[in-house]
């Protein structure tokens, strides 16, 4: 599912189900001493996941530790993004060079609170996706959208941003999506343009989303 959303030089592998126990290096396992069982097949499965991609791109084995944010730390020279909700993981992986970063996401397919949703979007964007086809829940697939966003650019700035940073727009005919960002967080990332594109996919009760960051 998540492959049919990137470029064919980015490796990806999946899991669907529920998450079985997976081998962590003891690198990794740190991390999530104490963590409840739960969250440690959660993280288990993302791991094997990743190194599942990697080797994809011809690469060993290796832990991918935890960084001080709590995100993954790729090999030397490796762009990657790991998500997971219930019954499903992927993560994706790249070599460094026309690609520069990679965000991924992962959501069940439902609505989310309205509350929520303000938290998240502006009017405007409220607006945008309440004249888009019904049957489809935008609300989700917008909270979606900026979480990858979010991921791919991480990488290049050290920062989680801001939700209202981003502003979505979709274009449903090709299921792709533009995030036009923040003045401030073009400056973050130190970007050339304020445009970001991503596309989707829906099937099997899930929504999944990327954003792969090209060099400019």
Same mark, same amino acid.
């Given at each position: 599912?998540?492959?049919?959303?990137?470029?064919?030089?980015?490796?990806s592998y999946e899991v669907h189900g529920e998450f079985?126990?997976?081998?962590?290096?003891?690198?990794?396992?740190?991390?999530?001493?104490?963590?409840?069982?739960?969250?440690?097949?959660?993280?288990?499965?993302?791991?094997?996941?990743?190194?599942?991609?990697?080797?994809?791109?011809?690469?060993?084995? @290796? /832990? $991918? !530790?935890?960084?001080?944010?709590?995100?993954?730390?790729? =090999?030397?020279? #490796? %762009?990657?993004?790991?998500?997971?909700?219930?019954?499903?993981?992927?993560?994706?992986?790249?070599?460094?060079?026309?690609?520069?970063?990679?965000?991924?996401?992962?959501?069940?397919? @439902? /609505? $989310? !609170?309205?509350?929520?949703?303000?938290?998240?979007?502006? =009017?405007?964007? #409220? %607006?945008?996706?309440?004249?888009?086809?019904?049957?489809?829940?935008?609300?989700?697939?917008?909270?979606?959208?900026?979480?990858?966003?979010?991921?791919?650019?991480?990488?290049?700035?050290?920062?989680?941003?801001?939700?209202?940073?981003?502003?979505?727009?979709?274009?449903?005919?090709?299921?792709?999506?533009?995030?036009?960002?923040?003045?401030?967080?073009?400056?973050?990332?130190?970007?050339?343009?304020?445009?970001?594109?991503?596309?989707?996919?829906?099937?099997?009760?899930?929504?999944?989303?990327?954003?792969?960051?090209?060099?400019?």
């Open positions: 599912m998540i492959s049919t959303i990137l470029p064919s030089d980015v490796s079985e126990s997976k081998p962590i290096w003891p690198e990794e396992s740190v991390s999530i001493k104490g963590a409840v069982e739960k969250r440690v097949k959660e993280f288990a499965t993302g791991r094997f996941c990743a190194r599942s991609a990697l080797s994809r791109l011809g690469l060993p084995p @290796e /832990p $991918i !530790p935890v960084g001080p944010n709590r995100e993954p730390q790729w =090999p030397v020279g #490796i %762009a990657g993004s790991i998500t997971h909700c219930k019954n499903y993981c992927s993560a994706a992986v790249a070599r460094i060079g026309g690609i520069v970063s990679i965000g991924i996401d992962a959501e069940i397919d @439902e /609505p $989310i !609170p309205l509350d929520v949703l303000s938290l998240i979007s502006n =009017p405007s964007e #409220i %607006a945008a996706i309440n004249k888009l086809s019904a049957g489809t829940h935008w609300d989700k697939l917008l909270f979606s959208a900026k979480e990858s966003v979010f991921k791919a650019l991480f990488p290049l700035t050290a920062q989680w941003l801001d939700f209202k940073d981003a502003f979505i727009e979709f274009a449903p005919n090709d299921r792709s999506f533009i995030a036009n960002l923040s003045i401030e967080a073009v400056r973050k990332c130190s970007l050339k343009t304020p445009y970001i594109h991503g596309r989707y996919a829906m099937d099997c009760g899930l929504i999944v989303t990327s954003v792969v960051v090209f060099s400019s």
